[in-house]
């Protein structure tokens, strides 16, 4: 219902993408989300797939999102 923090930022600290079948494209991002005012970055990966619709517009068909905590 309510999240712990006031805001966000995203740091991407590296993006690698690569070509998939149909046209898609793999994506690989890895970096730090600095939440409020907390000097510590928390670390963040993120893999997500872009795949080609039938009306020639891309769209997110897969996602996953790891938070490197611990």
């Known amino acids: 219902m309510a ?34 005012d907390n000097a510590n970055p928390l670390k963040f990966a993120q893999v997500f797939q872009l795949v080609k619709g039938p009306t020639g517009n891309y769209y997110c068909h897969n996602d996953m999102f790891r938070l490197n905590i611990g």
């Not at 600290?13 to 989300?33: A, E, H, M, R, Y």
């Open 3 to 36: 999240l712990p923090f006031q805001k966000v930022q995203h740091q991407i600290v590296k993006c690698d993408c690569q070509p998939s079948v149909n046209d898609g494209i793999v994506i690989f991002i890895t970096g730090n989300l600095l939440v409020d």
